[in-house]
């Protein structure tokens, strides 16, 4: 082995650079080169003691041994261009001439020599070339062919010394070609063993990565049926990857997405063409009688690369990557809902200014105008019209105040600070006390107000302050949207471990697409097609704030042209009930909001 470690050395130094990136090509310059510079160096070296046997050499010894150079330089040949098909032919070539010239000067197609014309397509055979095996056929058979036919028409020189011993020369030359055919076979052999053990590795490679990657592998004929599957498919669909062959991945396709996964794989297929496409399959849970849920994959797909002699392109099969990507899709939701959240904060800020300049300019105006008429002592105004205008600057002043104050409520309830103070009291006496104090109102606007509170409903713990105003809120809201002839009914009972309020009219309603809106801050029903009554909007969402304070619920029904009801139930002790935590009720706006953006997402889809 020290021996010929050297020399395996030098034979691989010989191989040209562009061979040397693939294994199997290598070996198969090493095949060549190896035999070739062996085997004339070692009957180069022989020469001297096939003389001192043989004595004298004759002129066509001479040249066999002189010959010999030839495959030390097609060797080289190769060495320095890398032209392996070129190389053999050329060996062909000189073997050929070489069998040939002592064919002819020994007896022609009979000679000894004539024999080794069946070596040179066999050892063309390594080339692993059609083109080279028929090409050295060709020669060796124009070689025989020219040999038989000299020798018919006895254009053949007088016999040399070699041809006087034909017996013992033809044993020879059968010996040395079935040596040399051995030989060749051998190569043969040892290529096919490096050709299989190469393909072995480099499957093994690719089974070691379809087993480790995350990414699933298949393959797909024309139609789109699975050939193979990688390993990795299983806990991405959670099946076996014997489900999936044939049409079994398709099945699990989301019916809605399956013309773009047939498209996909069909482009690729027919136009050659890299598709990229996204689409929804099927995961089974591992739960029997469970249909499992959709997970959204990515599937890059390409034209698997067919072999030169493969009938017609149509045939084509598809190689397809799929990955999971319902984590970027889930991603990509939560960026067009804080989008849509951004966008809704943006129309809310346009609604607040738009709103505030008029609920804050007309009072400020009207306290402005009429305090420069009261202080302007060239008008002669008398008792009763002074009285009058204080009594507007009073009331703008209230309005002005009122609006502040829900301002400053409404952010105290949205940042978590706004605290309530539970007192017992008893609902009935607010209930009447309120409608009595909105009475004058209603008698304004024509509306009739009713009571009906339940004889069980007694004392209850709240913070008496937060539902007189939520009660003030609803019951205004009902008469400033009740026309004339209306009426607004006002009742309370027990439910369970909560008492409810509700607060009915009969006035023009609430559109269904407006519903889930109601309670957002500067928001009014009807507001973009109608305006016929002013507010800022705060007042529902101030009694929704008020109601979560008390860990309460508000309830909204209603119909355009029919009514709405307002009902809220809040706890009999709000201080028995849970404890409101400011940092879950500033999230839990922020769920309800992002809820109400994400409903006007799928609208808009």
């Known amino acids: 082995m020290s021996f010929l470690t050297p020399v395996r050395n030098y034979v691989d130094a010989l191989v040209h650079p562009a061979a040397q990136h693939d294994a199997l090509t290598a070996a198969r310059h090493r095949a060549f080169i190896a035999p070739r510079l062996l085997g004339s160096f070692a009957a180069l070296a022989c020469f001297p003691i096939y003389i001192v046997f043989r004595g004298v050499p004759s002129a066509l010894e001479v040249g066999v041994f002189a010959w010999l150079a030839a495959p030390i330089l097609i060797a080289y040949f190769l060495s320095r261009t890398g032209r392996y098909e070129s190389a053999h032919v050329l060996s062909s070539l000189s073997l050929t001439g070489l069998v040939g010239v002592v064919a002819w000067y020994s007896g022609g197609i009979g000679s000894f020599a004539a024999i080794w014309l069946v070596v040179v397509p066999l050892e063309a055979a390594l080339s692993a070339s059609r083109r080279v095996v028929a090409l050295a056929s060709t020669i060796a058979l124009a070689?025989?062919?020219l040999l038989l036919i000299v020798s018919d028409i006895g254009l053949l020189p007088p016999a040399t010394t070699l041809a006087n011993e034909h017996g013992t020369l033809a044993a020879l030359g059968i010996v040395s070609a079935a040596l040399y055919a051995?030989?060749?076979?051998?190569?043969?052999?040892?290529?096919?063993?490096?050709s299989f053990w190469l393909l072995y590795a480099e499957e093994d490679r690719y089974r070691l990565l379809a087993r480790n990657m995350t990414d699933v592998i298949t393959r797909h004929a024309r139609d789109g049926a699975v050939l193979f599957v990688s390993p990795a498919a299983e806990p991405l669909f959670g099946v076996r990857t014997s489900e999936l062959a044939g049409h079994g991945l398709f099945d699990r396709v989301h019916v809605a997405d399956r013309p773009a996964y047939l498209t996909a794989l069909?482009?690729?297929a027919v136009l050659g063409e890299t598709r990229t496409v996204e689409f929804r399959i099927r995961r089974d849970d591992g739960m029997k009688g469970h249909a499992g849920h959709f997970i959204w994959v990515e599937m890059r797909c390409r034209p698997?690369?067919?072999?030169?002699?493969?009938p017609n392109a149509d045939g084509r099969e598809v190689v397809a990557v799929l990955r999971d990507i319902s984590e970027r899709k889930a991603q990509e939701s939560a960026i067009a809902l804080a989008r849509a959240e951004s966008e809704r904060a943006n129309a809310a800020k346009s609604r607040f200014l738009a709103t505030m300049s008029h609920e804050l300019r007309t009072p400020l105006n009207a306290i402005i105008g009429f305090s420069d008429m009261l202080g302007n002592d060239?008008?002669?105004?008398?008792?009763?019209?002074?009285?009058?205008?204080?009594?507007l600057i009073n009331e703008s002043g209230r309005h002005l105040l009122s609006v502040v104050n829900g301002i400053l409520d409404m952010s105290k309830m949205d940042t978590g600070n706004f605290e309530i103070t539970p007192e017992p009291f008893i609902p009935a006496q607010l209930i009447v006390s309120c409608c009595d104090l909105l009475a004058l109102k209603a008698h304004d606007a024509g509306v009739e107000i009713k009571t009906q509170v339940s004889a069980d409903l007694s004392e209850v713990v709240a913070d008496r302050r937060a539902f007189n105003q939520i009660l003030i809120n609803l019951i205004s809201n009902a008469i400033k949207f009740t026309p004339r002839g209306g009426r607004v009914t006002v009742s309370a009972h027990c439910d369970g471990p909560k008492f409810a309020v509700a607060v009915e009219d009969t006035g023009v309603g609430i559109g269904a697409d407006d519903l889930p809106r109601l309670g957002e801050a500067f928001f009014q029903a009807r507001a973009s097609y109608d305006r016929r009554h002013d507010g800022s909007g705060l007042g529902l969402s101030i009694v929704k704030g008020l109601v979560r304070l008390h860990g309460g619920d508000l309830d909204i029904q209603s119909r355009l042209g029919e009514g709405t009801r307002v009902t809220v139930r809040l706890p009999m002790d709000c201080e028995a009930g849970r404890p409101v935590d400011p940092i879950n009720l500033v999230t839990e706006r922020a769920n309800e909001l992002a809820a109400v953006a994400n409903l006007r997402i799928k609208k808009s889809a």
């Open 304 to 310: 698997l690369d067919c072999a030169a002699d493969t």
């Open 143 to 145: 070689a025989a062919g």
């Open 266 to 268: 069909a482009d690729a």
């Open 182 to 194: 051995t030989g060749l076979a051998l190569g043969a052999e040892s290529l096919a063993r490096t």
């Open 378 to 391: 060239s008008l002669q105004l008398n008792a009763a019209r002074k009285h009058e205008y204080a009594k």
